[in-house]
């Protein structure tokens, strides 16, 4: 799997970055409008629907985009659940902006904490604001699938190597010389014949199965 920079992608030459706002108050949406229509030199392209059930059904029929602005007080859903609804069904690679209300950014600031990318207060929204957050929304979006995919090729590559030490019959330790310490594959265990929840791994624990003295003296010389 490649992740793509997304936000490189939707910003090169002759796109459109598509943007769904789902807001139920027509004011705002109005003004949501005429900022992205000063933009000039970013070709942004607005859906609107006032319901959320409106939006879902849009991405299930496979309209793409870029970035939601989520009002998270609608006809058919209130509150977190909002939220909650539209990060379970919106792609992941789709930045969603909650709107709050002018007196309550401390729900913009909880929204992000429960997954959001970024939260604009109405009412402190201009061109510059909207267009940078929605920018760098996309671009955070892109950089923590980058940090997914990697953290899950790491530990694809950790099962292949457990795999890899069983089937050889070798395992792999490491060890803490500060605290003493130690790590030992599972395939060690199964070697030295330790039980992996009865053993303390320890540096001690691990020369006592040394029983060769002078290839016990040989490893003293290489850990220290």
């Known amino acids: 799997m490649h992740v ?20 139920d108050n027509s004011g705002d949406a109005k003004l949501v409008e005429i900022y992205l229509s000063d933009a000039q030199d970013i070709p ?60 309550d950014e401390a729900t913009g600031i909880e929204a992000v904490q429960a997954g959001a990318q970024d939260y604009l207060v109405k009412g402190q929204i201009d061109t510059a604001i909207l267009t940078r957050t929605m920018l760098y929304s996309m671009q955070r979006r892109n950089m923590q699938l980058q940090v997914e995919h990697a953290a899950q090729e790491l530990r694809l590559s950790e099962k292949r190597l457990l795999q890899a030490q069983h089937i050889a019959k070798i395992g792999n330790y490491e060890l803490n010389i500060e605290d003493n310490e130690m790590y030992w594959s599972a395939e060690i265990y199964r070697i030295l014949g330790f039980n992996p929840n009865d053993t303390q791994l320890t540096y001690d624990v691990f020369l006592s199965v040394v029983k060769n003295g002078n290839e016990k003296e040989d490893l003293k010389k290489t850990i220290n």
């Open 4 to 23: 793509k920079n997304h936000a490189i992608e939707l910003l090169s030459m002759n796109s459109e970055i598509k943007i769904l706002l789902i807001e």
């Open 44 to 103: 942004f392209k607005l859906t609107h629907v006032t319901r959320l059930s409106d939006g879902l059904s849009l991405s299930q029929q496979g309209e793409q985009f870029a970035i939601v602005l989520l009002d998270l007080h609608l006809p058919d859903s209130s509150g977190f659940a909002t939220l909650e609804r539209a990060l379970a069904a919106f792609p992941k690679n789709v930045s969603i902006v909650v709107l709050s209300g002018t007196d």
